[in-house]
C-alpha cells in the first residue's frame, strides 16, 4: 500500500478495524502467540511502524483482539438464547450449551479469551463489556427463575456456578482431556445433571 492510501487509511479511521480484523486471522489460523504487530501491518498492507499510531504495544492489540472476539461471543450466545426461547427450554442451559460448542469450534479464540478474561486482573479496556457480560448472565437466570424453570435463589451465585461449570467442561475438552468429537452430548448430559440441582421441581 503506498504512503497515500495508509495516510487516507488512518484519516477516515478504518485502520484501527482493518488491523484488528488482520490480527483475528492470524488467531484463527494460527493462535495468539502468532499475532505480532510486524505480521498483522504486512496482512493489513500498511507499514510496518502503522499500527503503533493506534496501539502501544502487541499486548494492546491482543486487548483489541480480546474485545473483538468477545463481541463475536455474545454475538453467538444472544443466537443460542433467542433459540431456546419459543420451545420454553431453559435459556441458562442454552447459553451454556453454547459456550462449549464456541470453545470447540474456536478453541484458539477461547485460549486468546481465557488468558485476558479469566485472571486475577481483568484488563481495563475490556471491563465494560465483562461486566455487561456478567449483568445479562444474571438477567437469564432471573428469565429462568421467573418463568418457573429454575427455583429461587441468589441468580449471581447461580450464574457463576453455571460459569464455572462450562468453563472447565469447555477447557478439559480443548485441552484433549476430554473427546472433542463427543463435546456437544458431554456438554448436554453435565448441563443437565447440573440443571437437575438447580431445576424448580412444582410440590405435586
Do not use: C
Request: glycine share 8%; no cysteine; net charge negative.
Amino acid at each position: 500500500m503506498s504512503e497515500t492510501r495508509e495516510r487516507a487509511a488512518y484519516h477516515h479511521g478504518a485502520l484501527p478495524e482493518a488491523l484488528v480484523a488482520a490480527a483475528f486471522e492470524v488467531l484463527d489460523e494460527q493462535g495468539q502467540e502468532k499475532v505480532s504487530v510486524r505480521e498483522v501491518a504486512r496482512r493489513a498492507g500498511v507499514s510496518a511502524g502503522a499500527p503503533f499510531r493506534h496501539f502501544a504495544d502487541r499486548q494492546a492489540l491482543l486487548t483489541a483482539l480480546a474485545d473483538r472476539v468477545l463481541a463475536d461471543f455474545v454475538g453467538w450466545q444472544e443466537a443460542q438464547a433467542a433459540a431456546a426461547g419459543p420451545d420454553g427450554g431453559s435459556v441458562m442451559r442454552a447459553i451454556g450449551l453454547g459456550f462449549v460448542r464456541y470453545a470447540v469450534r474456536h478453541p484458539r479464540r477461547f485460549e486468546l479469551v481465557r488468558s485476558r478474561v479469566f485472571t486475577a486482573v481483568r484488563d481495563p479496556e475490556l471491563r465494560a463489556q465483562l461486566d455487561g457480560i456478567d449483568r445479562a448472565l444474571t438477567e437469564v437466570v432471573v428469565v429462568d427463575q421467573e418463568a418457573g424453570r429454575l427455583r429461587p435463589g441468589d441468580p449471581a451465585l447461580v450464574a457463576l456456578a453455571g460459569q464455572a461449570l462450562v468453563y472447565g467442561l469447555a477447557q478439559m475438552i480443548v485441552d484433549g482431556y476430554l473427546p472433542a468429537d463427543k463435546a456437544e452430548e458431554l456438554a448436554a448430559q453435565v448441563l443437565d445433571t447440573f440443571g437437575q440441582g438447580i431445576a424448580n421441581r412444582p410440590a405435586q
